[in-house]
T-cell receptor
Framework: GNSVTQMEGPVTLSEEAFLTINCTYT??????LFWYVQYPGEGLQLLLK?????DKGSNKGFEATYRKETTSFHLEKGSVQVSDSAVYFC?????????????FGTGTRLTIIP | EPEVTQTPSHQVTQMGQEVILRCVPI?????FYWYRQILGQKVEFLVS????????KSEIFDDQFSVERPDGSNFTLKIRSTKLEDSAMYFC???????????FGPGTRLTVL
């Protein structure tokens, strides 16, 4: 079946550091890939997405590139801020069509210290 | 900006009691979902709903669970006889028919004592 494997956390970085959170997936066909973020006490918010190979999703300084050859969708940010502290979830849906569920990774808790 | 809302934000119940979790999806959305997140674990799919019927359900979604869209705005998840292991955060999500992006509500934290 489909699955998502995410970098174990927690991750603690200093402000302005470079961030990478690794995500790899297993799926048949051509899934869409997502990063969701969960700030303390809040629900899941879509951060970015990519729907086909070599697409790059970006938002709020975060980027992730859909790499079919390595089945990866790693999240990166060049300079993190304290406000980026949250839990980050990588997820996939099997296709753009139909009533497709999301399959999530375990989440990575990120803490940014000033 | 339209958003998915959920009530209550926190529900405490005794084991064996029935609970109903409520969601109001975004108004022009057609597909509806429930997910849950046990503390410290991954977000898990429970059920998807389209055109007034269940499209897919997971192994977790057994006979104790049911969903309903009783009117044009609400989408509910009912647990008939709660168990301790049902304690979790329950998220509702919805999406339009033209995109695969699901929009999530803030969640209901269910605590079963």
């Amino acid at each position: 079946g489909n699955s998502v494997t995410q970098m174990e956390g927690p991750v603690t970085l200093s402000e302005e550091a470079f961030l990478t959170i690794n995500c790899t997936y297993t799926a048949t066909g051509y899934p869409s890939l997502f990063w969701y973020v969960q700030y303390p006490g809040e629900g899941l918010q879509l951060l970015l997405k990519a729907t086909k190979a070599d697409d790059k999703g970006s938002n709020k300084g975060f980027e992730a590139t859909y790499r079919k050859e390595t089945t990866s969708f790693h999240l990166e940010k060049g300079s993190v801020q304290v406000s980026d502290s949250a839990v980050y979830f990588c997820a996939l849906s099997r296709s753009n069509f139909g009533n497709e569920k999301l399959t999530f990774g375990t989440g990575t808790r990120l803490t940014i210290i000033p | 900006e339209p958003e998915v809302t959920q009530t209550p934000s926190h529900q405490v119940t005794q084991m064996g009691q029935e609970v109903i979790l409520r969601c109001v999806p975004i108004s022009n959305h057609l597909y509806f979902y429930w997910y849950r997140q046990i503390l410290g674990q991954k977000v898990e799919f429970l059920v998807s709903f389209y055109n007034n019927e269940i499209s897919e359900k997971s192994e977790i979604f057994d006979d104790q669970f049911s969903v309903e869209r009783p009117d044009g705005s609400n989408f509910t998840l009912k647990i008939r006889s709660t168990k301790l292991e049902d304690s979790a955060m329950y998220f509702c999500a919805s999406r339009t028919g033209s995109t695969d992006t699901q929009y999530f509500g803030p969640g209901t934290r269910l605590t079963v004592l």
